[in-house]
């Protein structure tokens, strides 16, 4: 009979699964993701709406790597709020046109003293004690998908370590107490994460015994601040050093790194920034009307090339203002620093009690 299709090549034809839906139709895929990468990451949860297919592109590791090859990806602000025994983490993220602090997935554990260190899309929490024993244990949270998991663990256990990124790797110094060979030869250690795998970096007998409550990343060299003095490690030469003695007198408090001047605030609380090549510090001028004293419980970051400044405000009754500010930093002609306040404003409000812990900022 005319027209009805009895087997063969016609009848395999018929049978062939249809061909998936494109992410936007009448263009390829690859073409697609890069449209979709431009799309500020404020609209996601929108597009996430649209199909199966977008959530799925919208949450895929694909489209982050398009946006950094792209150069569209945008910088966060991530804190850790501790509550009495608890910790918090929170997002900054914009809705309906302001910006403000979102909770994130809990730690699995409540550690102590760890470092954090933020690598590509991830924040890693090193170490720390539970019930005052150190761990060698480190949480590696994931924020392009807001979840936690266990990384690999280091050689040794620490609490108050120093830690920072240079090159693609972490690298930690310190923050245990070297009573044995295996403590001793692992006292620094680097991790790399294209092998998941840490390492031992070799350190001179004389700087081992080091407890560290303050580090930070000035070009290749990562600082470490012990109570007294520091050592400074050069990532780029493998070589060791002590801590500049006017650096160690001015560091106070949590720090950041701009344009590789070290900003902190001084005795009086008022911000200050350490040049390392004059080895010279110099007051940041242009913000004293528009900040506070910063004695305590403020922490400091480098947001996308700003100085990003997160305090604990006034508040009223039982609550407190956790306060921001973010701060476009330069030298001028003669060498001192000016800043100038792009924007300051409340991004949460909280019980009182309520201590920042960490202040940082990831790439997405």
């Known amino acids: 009979m005319t027209g009805v299709s009895t087997g063969g090549a016609g009848s395999s034809a018929a049978a062939s699964p249809p061909c998936p839906s494109q992410l936007i139709p009448n263009l390829p895929d690859d073409i697609s993701v890069q449209i979709l990468a431009r799309v500020p990451r404020s609209q996601h949860p929108y597009l996430s709406l649209v199909s199966k297919s977008w959530l799925s592109t919208i949450k895929s590791p694909e489209l982050f790597r398009t946006r950094s090859l792209l150069r569209v990806s945008e910088c966060s602000l991530y804190i850790n709020l501790r509550f009495d025994s608890s910790f918090h983490w929170y997002c900054e993220q914009t809705l309906q046109s302001k910006r403000a602090l979102v909770p994130l997935a809990p730690i699995p554990q409540s550690l102590i003293g760890p470092s954090p260190s933020v690598l590509g899309p991830k924040i ?13 244990n480190v949480w590696v949270f994931d924020c392009r998908f ?6 690999p ?22 923050g245990c107490v070297v009573d044995n060979w295996a403590r001793s030869i692992n006292w620094a250690e680097v991790f790399d994460p294209e092998s998941g795998s840490w390492a031992a970096i070799p350190s001179a007998i004389e700087v081992r015994d080091k407890w560290m409550h303050a580090s930070a990343m ?20 493998g070589e060791w050093g ?28 008022k911000i200050q920034g350490y040049v390392v090549e004059m080895d010279v510090w110099k007051d940041l001028r242009g913000v004293e009307k528009g900040l506070p004293t910063f004695l305590c419980n403020s922490t400091m970051v480098n947001l996308d090339g700003k100085l990003c400044v997160v305090w604990e405000g006034k508040g009223s009754g039982k609550l407190v203002d ?16 000016i800043g ?19 202040c940082l900022a990831v790439e997405l």
Request: contains cysteine; aromatic residues 8%; charged residues 25%.
């Open 218 to 237: 000035i070009g290749s060299k990562l600082y470490a601040m012990a109570d007294r003095g520091g050592v400074v490690y050069d990532v780029g030469c």
């Open 242 to 269: 002590n801590v500049p003695k006017r650096l160690d007198l001015g560091w106070r408090g949590r720090a950041a790194v701009v344009d590789n001047v070290l900003y902190c605030y001084d005795y009086l609380g």
């Open 153 to 174: 663990k280091m050689r040794v256990s620490r609490e108050f370590s120093a830690a920072g990124n240079w090159g693609g790797k972490i690298y930690v110094i310190g």
């Open 322 to 337: 956790i306060m921001c500010a973010e701060i476009e930093v330069k030298k001028d002609s003669d060498g001192g620093l």
């Open 340 to 358: 100038k306040i792009l924007r300051l404003d409340v991004i949460l409000v909280v019980p009182k009690g309520a201590s920042i812990a960490h």
């Open 124 to 136: 890693y929490i090193i170490g720390g004690s539970i019930n005052d024993i150190p761990s060698n």
């Open 146 to 151: 807001n979840r936690w998991e266990m990384g």
